[in-house]
Structures are given as C-alpha cells and as structure tokens.
C-alpha cells in the first residue's frame, strides 16, 4: 500500500526505458517525463510514425 502512495506522488515514468522519475534530472515534454535527451528522441519518432 505505502507503494501504491509513491507511485501517485511520482507518477511520472519514462515511457521509453520505464524509467521513473528522478528529482532534478530529465526533461519534462509531452506531459511525460524522459530521462534524457535520447529517451525523449525515441518518444518523438514513435509519435511520428
Ligand atoms: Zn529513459
């Protein structure tokens, strides 16, 4: 139950790698979080397609 409580308080989760979100690092764009640069790239193209 005290998981289920974090995971609303940091509901954000890479979409790519599945990573979660870290305080201070990554890039928020798209109403998503991306660990990096590359993560958010990949999200980009997927959208393209
Ligand atoms: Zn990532």
Redesign the pocket.
């Known amino acids: 139950m005290a998981v289920e409580k974090l995971k609303s308080l940091f509901g954000k989760r ?1 979409p ?2 599945g ?1 979660k979100e870290a305080k201070g690092t990554g890039i928020h764009a798209y109403s998503q979080w ?3 640069e ?2 958010k790239q990949k999200y980009e193209d997927e959208q393209k397609r």
Do not use: E, L, N
Request: with cysteine; hydrophobic share 35%; net charge negative.
């Open positions: 890479d790519v790698c990573m991306f660990c990096s590359d993560c």
